[in-house]
Nanobody, 124 residues
Framework: QVQLVESGGGLVQAGGSLRLSCAAS????????MGWFRQAPGKEREFVAI???????NYADSVKGRFVISGDNAKNTLYLQMNSLKPEDTAVYYC??????????????????WGQGTQVTVSS
């Protein structure tokens, strides 16, 4: 069982930055494939980024060049640095653990563990 706790959300003006954190339980953090998703009101949960246990990363086209996913194995923490924020980035952001390699990594139902989410609101 893996427990995930997100933090760092808040209200920011368009063009601003936020850094989200996701603290993970367990001693196998360096082995985890971990992703960020977001869900806006009335919309489906959508993929944002993933950090593979190899430290390779993939991003959704909508955030590429603006968001950076990273991890600190010593702190068992995943980060999402969000820059040049837009109102359309407003959503609840979730971190999640992907238990195995799959090409379907953008699909929420492939993930095994989820955090409770943190709200990000970008004002225009």
């Amino acid at each position: 069982q893996v427990q995930l706790v997100e933090s760092g959300g808040g209200l920011v003006q368009a063009g601003g930055s936020l850094r989200l954190s996701c603290a993970a339980s367990g001693r196998a953090f360096s082995n985890y494939n971990m992703g960020w998703f977001r869900q806006a009101p009335g919309k489906e949960r959508e993929f944002v980024a993933i950090r593979w246990n190899s430290a390779n990363t993939n991003y959704a086209d909508s955030v590429k060049g603006r968001f950076v996913i990273s991890g600190d194995n010593a702190k068992n923490t995943l980060y999402l640095q969000m820059n040049s924020l837009k109102p359309e980035d407003t959503a609840v952001y979730y971190c999640a653990v992907l238990g195995r390699y799959t090409l379907r990594y953008t699909r929420p139902n492939e993930y095994d563990y989820w955090g409770q989410g943190t709200q990000v609101t970008v004002s225009s």
